[in-house]
């Protein structure tokens, strides 16, 4: 009897989105931008959500939404939007958080729940890229 009920729950709990890319708002000479090409994009590719949501990075000046319609525009280097398969924002992450929290704060993000850190806590302002 406790099996079909299991069954049913697992059936309705939602589902992490799907994601088709991580976009990186970037800018020549954003110190933070550069921080993240030396710590995560070497092996982003091959990480977990790099599988899931290859990196297409974006020249803020040239394009504020990524070519995206309806995507609120980014105003911060890097920012970082998880964009689904449907073309829709999943969520966003403004400023390079380091090493330690990108990761978790993207994973979070792909996977429904709320960023690690919150919003912009556990960071410095320092780290936060803004």
């Not at 976009?23 to 110190?31: A, S």
């Not at 070497?42 to 290859?54: K, T, V």
Request: net charge negative.
């Amino acid at each position: 009897m406790l099996l079909p009920l299991v069954l049913l729950a697992a059936s309705v709990a939602p589902a992490p989105a799907r994601a088709a890319e991580l976009l990186m708002f970037e800018q020549p000479g954003c110190p933070f931008c550069r921080k993240f090409d030396a710590e995560i994009a070497p092996d982003y590719p091959q990480s977990r959500i790099g599988r899931i949501a290859p990196l297409r990075r974006v020249n803020i000046w040239d394009d504020r939404t990524g070519g995206i319609a309806g995507l609120t525009p980014a105003a911060f280097t890097p920012t970082f939007v998880l964009v689904g398969d449907d073309g829709r924002e999943i969520g966003r992450l403004e400023g390079y958080p380091g090493r330690k929290w990108f990761y978790p704060e993207i994973e979070a993000i792909l996977d429904g729940r709320e960023t690690p850190s919150g919003d912009a806590a556990g960071r410095s302002d320092a780290t936060a890229g803004r």
